[in-house]
């Protein structure tokens, strides 16, 4: 299984402070996504980095990814209560179209 | 440009009734992707179509579901003879035409309710 895997499950901080959260991987892969998603709703899509990339930024986000040590991380800077939510990461491999979702980290901003 | 689509938003179903959920993918999109959801879990992988084709149904159980993507119209996920078990969110995603693997959208999902 090339399952994606977060780390940690839960994650607790206060507003202003980082969140990060790691995704590890097993086999070989053309991309990695980041979703959210807030409770009883759809995902919403916020970084896709590709297996040739290492960094890619979008707004107060980071996304890394170490292909050597199949692991990304996803880095929300001075975060905010607006992002409680769960986040997901996402492996797609070279050879089909399907993504491959871990069980996500529950990330909780208290105001 | 509106999103991924998918009716109902919710679907209550009593044992052995069927479920059937549609998805309109998003304008110039080809690529359909189905996704089940239970509480405090990621997404499974059920079911990925072009148009007219299934081109991995590998995460589709092997009775009482099938999916189709026809020339015109929606996605459709069909669950025939529910049990309580298909109780879950449905998922689904649209992704643009070529074969570079690109970032999947998902729509708001469908909430089926097996009583």
């Known amino acids: 299984s090339q399952q994606g895997e977060e780390d940690p499950q839960a994650l607790s901080i206060q507003e202003g402070e980082n969140a990060t959260m790691n995704c590890s991987y097993k086999?070989?892969?053309?991309?990695l996504q980041w979703y959210r998603q807030n409770s009883g709703r759809g995902l919403v899509h916020l970084i896709l980095i590709r297996s040739n990339e290492r960094e890619k930024h979008s707004g107060r986000l980071r996304v890394t990814l170490d292909t050597s040590k199949k692991s990304s991380s996803l880095l929300i800077t001075a975060s905010r209560a607006a992002d409680t939510a769960s986040y997901f990461c996402a492996v797609r491999n070279t050879n089909a179209g399907k993504s491959t979702f871990g069980d996500g980290t529950t990330l909780t901003v208290k105001p | 440009n509106a999103g991924v689509m998918q009716n109902p938003r919710h679907l209550v179903r009593r044992r052995g009734q069927e479920a059937r959920l549609r998805c309109s993918p998003m304008k110039g999109h080809s690529h359909v992707y189905w996704y089940r959801q239970l509480p405090e879990e990621g997404l499974k992988f059920m079911v990925y179509?072009?148009?007219?084709?299934?081109?991995?149904e590998s995460g589709m159980p092997k009775e009482r579901f099938s999916a189709e993507f026809p020339k015109e119209g929606p996605s459709i996920l069909r669950i025939q003879q529910v049990v309580r078990g298909d109780s879950a969110a449905y998922f689904c995603a649209s992704s643009p035409p070529g074969t570079d693997f690109g970032t999947q959208y998902f729509g708001p999902g469908t909430r089926l309710l097996v009583l």
């Open positions: 086999t070989s892969i053309n991309n």
């Open positions: 179509l072009q148009k007219e084709n299934i081109i991995d």
